[in-house]
Structure formats: structure tokens, C-alpha cells
């Protein structure tokens, strides 16, 4: 079975700082899409940034980019430059074959002024 | 570009009455669309998959007599939950998949806030 696995519950960043969500997943697929999302209090799931796992390139949007290895199995985000609009609720996401969005637990993320 | 709408934002109603729940993509035609339900500082629970001109395919333990859902155009699916109870009381988001250049990326709605008294 696909799963995908978010191990921080929650994260602080202090404004301005660069902070780094965590995020691994499990499949036997060679082809696939892996997507971070995220939910601010108003509750919006907000498309962040997509990988196309045939790409070998790490995805970049603007102040949001990924570190995206492959035979590990592991896609974490990056952000720079944190700002207080960026405290949310952070989702990792998978989709293969199957066609169904697989979500990771959940990263709660506090930007502190 | 890829705007999903829902509507209502939020209702409030009484048990046993039932309530419908419209996901509109805006910009772009879907011929998927997904609801799911959250609770509370969890993750999303897929509840169903949408399918334009077919029945919709539900997950294990989702009863399809009690959330209708209905993909009766390529912009339009709605979920309609029957006999609404106090334990349906939930945050139901849908999305839309867009198959663009880009791959199969699903778009989500503002979600809709249900309380059953």
C-alpha cells in the first residue's frame, strides 16, 4: 500500500528565517506526482508547489522549493524567507496509478514575528 | 486559472433533513471531482470519487445511500447527505483534477462547515 508520512507534527520559524518540512512516502510505482499543500486557518487546501517524479530537476515557486530524492523516497519543502501568511497546516501528497490524492498526517506550521 | 467554488459555506440543520453541498470548477472542465471529509487538525478522508455521466465510486465504510453525490456535468458535482445526523457534523471539501499540461493535479474548494443540531 502507498502511504505517505509527515513525522513533525508541528514546527516554529521565526519571520524572515528558512524552515524545512519533512516528508516521506512508500510505493512501488516508477511513475507519479507528489504535491505539497497547504491549509490556512480559513481551512482553503492551496496548492504550494508539484513534482513530477520523472523530473529529476527539484520544483521551485518562488520562495517555496522541494528536495525531491527519488531512491530515498523523500520530498521535503523548503521555504525562504518565512513570512506570518505561511503559518498553516502543511500537507504532503501523493498520487500514482491509482489516481487518489494519498496525505500525510499534517505539519503545523507557526511563523513568529 | 483552476478555481473550484463550493457552496454553501456553511449550513446549519436539524437531524433528519437533508442537505446538499455544490463543487463547481470555474475555469476549467473536470471530469473528476473528489469529496472528502476532515475533522479537526487531521488529515483529509477521501469519501468518494466523482466521475462526469457515471455512478461515483465510494471508500470502504462510506455509505452511498447516505451521501448522494451526483457529476451530472463536466463543471458540476454535488454530495447530498441524507437524513443528516449529529455525528455528520464535519468539514466536507471537494476537489476537482485538472489534467493539464502539468499532470493530474486536483484543485480544492473553500470546503463547507455542516452542523446538525
Known amino acids: 500500500a502507498q502511504t505517505v508520512t509527515q513525522s513533525q507534527p508541528e514546527m516554529s520559524v521565526q519571520e524572515a528565517e528558512t524552515v524545512t518540512l519533512s516528508c516521506t512516502y512508500d510505493?512501488?510505482?516508477?511513475?507519479?506526482?507528489l504535491f505539497w499543500y497547504k491549509q490556512p486557518p480559513s481551512r482553503q487546501m492551496i496548492l504550494v508547489i508539484r513534482?513530477?517524479?520523472?523530473?529529476?530537476q527539484n520544483a521551485t515557486e518562488n520562495r517555496f522549493s522541494v528536495n525531491f530524492q527519488k531512491a530515498a523516497k523523500s520530498f521535503s519543502l523548503k521555504i525562504s524567507d518565512s513570512q506570518l501568511g505561511d503559518t498553516a497546516m502543511y500537507f504532503c501528497a501523493f498520487i500514482g496509478s491509482g489516481g487518489k490524492l494519498i496525505f500525510g498526517q499534517g505539519t503545523e506550521l507557526s511563523v513568529k514575528p | 486559472g483552476a478555481v473550484v467554488s463550493q457552496h454553501p459555506s456553511r449550513v446549519i440543520c436539524k437531524s433528519g433533513t437533508s442537505v446538499k453541498i455544490e463543487c463547481r470548477s470555474l475555469d476549467f472542465q473536470a471530469t473528476t471531482m473528489f469529496w472528502y471529509r476532515q475533522f479537526p487538525k487531521q488529515s483529509l478522508m477521501l469519501m468518494a470519487t466523482s466521475n462526469e455521466g457515471s455512478k461515483a465510486t465510494y471508500e470502504q465504510g462510506v455509505e452511498k445511500d447516505k451521501f448522494l453525490i451526483n457529476h451530472a456535468s463536466l463543471t458540476l458535482s454535488t454530495l447530498t447527505v441524507t437524513s443528516a445526523h449529529p455525528e455528520d457534523s464535519s468539514f466536507y471539501i471537494c476537489?476537482?483534477?485538472?489534467?493539464?499540461?502539468?499532470?493530474?493535479?486536483?484543485?480544492f474548494g473553500p470546503g463547507t462547515r455542516l452542523l446538525v443540531l
Open positions: 513534482q513530477e517524479a520523472y523530473k529529476q
Open positions: 476537489s476537482a483534477e485538472s489534467s493539464g499540461e502539468a499532470g493530474e493535479t486536483q484543485y
Open positions: 510505493t512501488s510505482e516508477n511513475n507519479y506526482y
